[in-house]
């Protein structure tokens, strides 16, 4: 939708907020956005959204959402044994669907070495859904030069790491060369383990989203990553026309840091939340409604009339007027709890 040109009536604008606490997800996979754009920065498989017509999350605190990706939650060793081209791995508990779920130990998880003069990594893992551990082993390299020619990626090539199944667990890596012998300490390694609690991530109500501190490793077979899956409410489906609406306005707040040192000054200053406000006649009891059953939680869709809108979701509260000589009336204001989005 075309943003409004100047000169330009607000007659025919229109206002819609949630009649609902919204339509429930549970446990719904996420979209993998390989390159997106929020707030002028372009972000590399970070952000994941709901999908088509899921842009708004409800965000209340009765509704939370929640977000889940499986991973490794307790500590888990990897050694060698007694035994050639063998190891064990200690008992630990990983995140499975949203369940913790506990892995036994294992003191014999038998790997595979490369050929003569070549070099070869192995993946040990576990299998989420009964959590039995095993090992996959890479390609060999092919320059004759053992562990010397492997190769920090992933995939099939001469010295890659290898992708391990997406009903798998990366718990570490062995870096093996040719002929029988026990596995050694130093040849045992951690990278990338597949853990639940290093992730961080930023809900993105607005648009439907969450933004993860770091991008997955694609170290799963067809180079992809973990799910990220969602469980909670979107409110697209439960707009509703505030049909008595008089007017409606948005507004960004501007945050301004500044310092003084002996050397000199220095100040920053960037748009710090979005604050918005519409009124309408009292005979429409949507907001009130809010006010009383969803803790002031608000989706505010603002509609200019050309149809472009903002929107977004956020926290409102209701100023009711009753006068002498006036009709009943209500001014709502609020705050959204993300920038808004335009279409």
Not at 308 to 327: D, E, H, I, L, N
């Amino acid at each position: 939708m075309a943003f409004p040109v100047s000169p330009s009536t607000g007659k025919g604008g229109k206002v819609f907020v949630n009649a609902g606490d919204g339509v429930y997800l549970s446990a719904t996979a996420m979209t993998k956005q390989a390159s997106y754009t929020y707030k002028g920065e372009t972000y590399a498989n970070q952000i994941y959204l709901l999908g088509t017509g899921k842009t708004l999350i409800n965000m209340r605190p009765a509704k939370e959402p929640s977000l889940v990706i499986d991973g490794i939650v307790s500590e888990v060793t990897i050694s060698g044994t007694a035994n050639n081209d063998e190891v064990a791995t200690s008992a630990f508990d990983y995140i499975y669907n949203g369940t913790r779920m506990t892995a036994s130990a294992d003191s014999s998880v038998s790997v595979s070495r490369p050929a003569a003069t070549q070099g070869a990594w192995v993946a040990i893992h576990v299998k989420k859904s009964d959590g039995s551990i095993s090992a996959t082993k890479g390609t060999d390299t092919s320059d004759g030069g053992g562990i010397t020619g492997l190769l920090d990626t992933y995939g099939t090539g001469a010295g890659q790491r290898p992708l391990i199944a997406t009903t798998e667990l990366l718990i570490g890596w062995l870096k093996l060369t040719n002929g029988a012998a026990a596995v050694a300490s130093t040849e045992i390694f951690y990278n990338d383990q597949e853990r639940y609690d290093t992730l961080a991530w930023t809900w993105l109500p607005n648009i439907g989203g969450v933004m993860l501190n770091a991008a997955l490793v694609a170290l799963h077979t067809g180079d992809v990553a973990r799910d990220v899956k969602f469980t909670g409410y979107y409110l697209d489906d439960s707009f509703t026309q505030i049909g008595t609406a008089k007017d409606w306005s948005l507004t960004p707040s501007v945050n301004t840091v500044s310092e003084t040192t002996m050397g000199g000054s220095a100040s920053k200053s960037e748009i710090g939340g979005w604050t918005f406000s519409f009124a309408q006649l009292a005979c429409d009891e949507i907001v009130k409604n809010a006010m009383l059953n969803r803790q002031g939680m608000l989706a505010v869709r603002l509609q200019y009339p050309n149809g472009g809108y903002w929107q977004g979701v956020g926290s409102g509260a209701g100023s009711f007027k009753c006068a002498a000589g006036a009709f009943n009336s209500i001014d709502v204001s609020g705050s959204l709890a993300d920038d808004p989005v335009f279409s």
